[in-house]
């Protein structure tokens, strides 16, 4: 049966707008989803969150200054006050955006180029480079940074609850290709796709563990457990790269 994914405002949280404008351009497929047109108004409420992302990416929350996020937003006190309640609602919205952000984009890729597949081959092709790109080294940032929140998110519920709704609606965003490919029997149809994502997500914060001091010595070692059980999960083969390396 298809699957109709099609989202209101009243159910995407603010600070996921700019997500929404990133999986716009997925196009819709008998098992994909459909996203709104966003108002201009939620469109500079993204513009001042990747401004407080900013500041809080190089200083930390202790840097945010609505006088400077103004400036740099080109907005005004008010407008601050009035989407945000207060500095405290600005920092959680800001974190829950650096949270989900980046994660979307890759869901945005990996949909648009499954729903493009022909057939096994191709998505078995597609699933290896995106696990590339998900455990390289050049998305350690990322990892560190998602970690990060998760850590402020233990002493804070707000903050919580709102990386939780983020996190769930990028799950059902990222189940979409996952059961576009169940459907044409390319993977295992025999879990929950969009518990999947959220496994999945989980297994890639977890690299942090072996790079908090930078590049682990054995992390090639990683990456081959990590990818074996995901390929496992899927039931498709594993990247040949991966099987070649030494104990």
């Known amino acids: 049966m298809p699957i109709n994914h099609s989202f209101t405002s009243t159910k995407i949280p603010n600070f996921f707008n700019i997500v929404m404008i990133a999986l716009i351009k997925v196009r819709v497929h008998e098992y994909g989803g459909s996203v709104q047109s966003l108002a201009d108004s939620q469109l500079l409420r993204d513009q001042i969150l990747h401004v407080v992302a900013k500041i809080i990416d190089k200083s930390g929350e202790g840097a945010v200054r609505i006088r400077d996020v103004c400036v740099a937003s080109k907005t005004t006190p ?4 009035r989407i945000f309640g207060d500095r405290t609602g600005l920092i959680m919205e800001a974190q829950s955006y650096r949270f989900i952000l980046n994660q979307a984009v890759l869901i945005k890729d990996f949909a648009e180029a499954v729903y493009s597949a022909k057939n096994k081959s191709d998505f078995v092709k597609i699933t290896h480079q995106n696990l590339k790109i998900m455990f390289s080294l050049k998305r350690q940032n990322f990892r560190s940074m998602r ?30 290709p996952i059961r576009f490919a169940q459907a044409r029997g390319w993977i ?60």
């Not at 008010?78 to 006050?81: G, V």
């Open 147 to 176: 970690v990060e929140v998760l850590g402020s998110a233990q002493s804070n519920k707000e903050l919580a609850v709102k990386i939780n709704k983020a996190q769930s609606i990028a799950n059902e965003f990222g189940a979409q």
């Open 78 to 81: 008010p407008t601050i006050y």
């Open 188 to 247: 295992n149809d025999d879990f929950n796709a969009e518990i999947y994502v959220a496994w999945l997500t989980g297994m890639v914060n977890a690299r942090v563990n072996i790079e908090l001091d930078g590049k682990h010595p054995k992390s090639s070692e990683w990456d081959k457990i990590a990818m074996r059980s995901i390929c496992v999960v899927l039931g498709i083969p594993e990247p040949k790269k991966v099987k070649r390396i030494k104990n």
